[in-house]
């Protein structure tokens, strides 16, 4: 069986939104010490004062001691600069889901961090292998995707794309595993396993909304209540972020020539266009702290 990184090693995380904060929040409760840097000014400072006080909640609500929360959160860091990340084993990628941003950054980091250090990136939906092919050494360079709420949710995908080295595939997957996640391999194709398969979830949803079948609420509370779905469609997408969302929608529907099963669809666009990016921006399909919805009270 594949070894883990071990819990000494330092995991650096790029990009501190609502994936790279909830990525360093797990890496560090499993023991390794985290730096976190975002490109935005004050984001990754920010982003760590929001990681403690979600651990604090945490202990709150007896879920964790107070000491293992403290701990976690002390094992945080907020890196300057992508210097700062120098000494990592591992980089787990989460900024913009943009292929050409995530290629320059990891073209940066092959000048600063050393051979061995993996690179991991969340992405939704862009091809791994893509994203590696203009590196010196792509077959170091893994998809490892979590899932939003990162600290609530199981699964991990450990994507490999053609150059990827099983080893570190194997590394990767193990690590996951002792940070208490469910790993699972997948080869890169366009959205991978969940984001190929709940595609047809939001797509559907808004074609019903569209056509006015019922409103965002009645089909969410039809998925949800009766259908046996965590949440709805459109209570889901708010969750995601809309610019995420359209941006994943968008790479799948390239990757598939143009499948018209995956067009993004016009309301994802009018929703990013406005601001309205979901509860990351206080509003979305729904409005939060003025409608009464909350999927993840
Ligand atoms: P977000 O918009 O909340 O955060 C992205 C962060 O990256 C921002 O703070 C931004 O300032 C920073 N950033 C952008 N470009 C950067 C760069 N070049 N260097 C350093 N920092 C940079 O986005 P979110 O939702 O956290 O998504 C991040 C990645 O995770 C995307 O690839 C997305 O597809 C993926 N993902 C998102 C999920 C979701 O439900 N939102 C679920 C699973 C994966």
Not at 21 to 33: D, K, M, T, W
Not at 182 to 201: L, M, W
Request: charged share 20%.
């Amino acid at each position: 069986m594949a070894s883990r990184i071990d819990s000494s090693r330092v995991v650096a995380v790029i990009g501190s939104g609502v994936m790279g904060a909830g990525i360093a929040q797990v890496a560090a409760l499993a023991g390794h010490p985290v730096r976190l840097y975002d490109s935005r000014s004050q984001a990754a400072t920010k982003a760590l004062a929001e990681i403690r006080a979600a651990l604090q909640r945490q202990v709150d609500k007896g879920r964790m001691r107070a000491a293992d929360a403290d701990a976690a959160g002390a094992r945080i860091r907020a890196a300057a600069s992508l210097d700062d990340l120098s000494d990592a084993s591992l980089v787990m990628e989460a900024i913009v889901e943009n292929l050409g941003s995530k290629r320059q950054l990891f073209a940066d980091l092959e000048q600063i961090v050393n051979t061995t250090c993996i690179f991991a990136s969340n992405t939704s939906s862009i091809s791994i292998t893509a994203i590696a092919a203009q590196l010196g050494n792509p077959a170091r360079l893994v998809g490892m995707h979590f899932f939003n709420p990162v600290p609530l949710m199981e699964l991990v995908e450990i994507i490999s794309g053609l150059a990827t080295e099983a080893a570190v595939a194997d590394t990767v997957h193990a690590t996951a595993i002792a940070w208490g996640k469910c790993a699972v391999h997948a080869k890169s194709t366009p959205g991978f396993i969940v984001n190929r398969v709940a595609r047809p979830y939001y797509a559907e949803g808004m074609r019903l909304l569209t056509e006015q079948a019922a409103d965002a609420a009645t089909l969410d509370a039809v998925m949800r209540e009766a259908g046996g779905f965590r949440m709805g469609p459109f209570e889901l997408m708010d969750l995601i972020g809309h610019d995420v969302n359209l941006a994943v929608t968008q790479s799948v529907f390239d990757a598939t020539f143009n499948d018209p099963r995956f067009m993004p669809s016009l309301i994802q666009q009018e929703l990013v266009s406005a601001g309205f990016l979901g509860r990351k921006s206080g509003r979305g399909f729904y409005r939060y702290g003025i409608d009464a919805v909350n999927p993840c009270a």
